[in-house]
């Protein structure tokens, strides 16, 4: 989908896509981004490291043969964030958790040893929560992206993916070591060293 496409979704606030995993449906991981990180630490009053140590665990992500921050869970699968039913970091929540029910992917290649991307938009798959949501309103990507706060060019959130894929892409080319995780993890989140 492009940014001018228009898709119909209603948010009716029920939490219900905060607490996918303990509504028995798969577990939506939410990765957090370096910008993510920074941008609900100060939200919170609290330093990227004391954020990170407290709401994300590192974890070694298979798929992308790195190690990377998500958020952590409450025992039932909802997320750590949620409570009362509402989110307690929600003007700055994940860029993953404003776009929702979007996924805004980039794809990306190399050109002349730099990097170009392109972005696009998905909806997600037929379990996600939005479909037990009654979809009333209709609205382009551009205007859900202004009515929830993330920007349409998310400069931050871009350079971080840019590294991801570089550090994704050495991580498929040399076999992973303790040490060559460790070092793509600090390139990737050094800031949590400061
Ligand atoms: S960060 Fe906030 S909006 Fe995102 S899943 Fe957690 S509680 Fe929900």
């Known amino acids: ?3 001018d496409d228009a898709f119909a979704f209603n948010c009716t606030l029920c939490g219900n896509c905060c607490r996918w995993e303990a509504d028995g449906n798969p577990a939506s991981d939410n990765l957090l981004s370096g910008a993510d990180i920074n941008r609900m630490a100060a939200h919170l009053k609290l330093t990227p490291v004391d954020f990170a140590g ?8 298979p798929a992308l043969k790195l190690k990377v921050v998500r958020l952590k869970k ?10 009362d039913g509402r989110c ?42 939005m479909h037990r949501c009654q979809s009333e309103e209709i609205l382009s990507i551009r205007e859900w992206l202004v009515k ?17 894929w570089e550090s994704h892409k050495k991580a498929i080319e040399t076999p992973s ?7 793509a993890f600090i390139d990737l989140y050094g800031f949590i060293y400061v």
């Open 177 to 183: 070591t303790f040490e060559l995780l460790e070092r």
């Open 148 to 164: 929830n706060g993330a920007p349409e060019s998310d400069d931050a959130d871009r350079r971080w993916f840019i590294k991801l």
């Open 88 to 129: 307690i970091a929600y003007p700055a929540r994940p860029r993953t958790c404003a776009l929702f029910p979007l996924v805004r992917g980039y794809s990306f290649a190399m050109d002349d040893g730099a990097v170009s991307f392109a972005e696009e938009y998905f909806s997600r798959g037929p379990k996600a929560p």
């Open 74 to 83: 409450n025992p039932d699968g909802s997320c750590i964030l949620l409570r």
């Open 54 to 61: 407290r709401y994300g665990c590192a974890v070694f992500d």
């Open 1 to 3: 989908m492009t940014i």
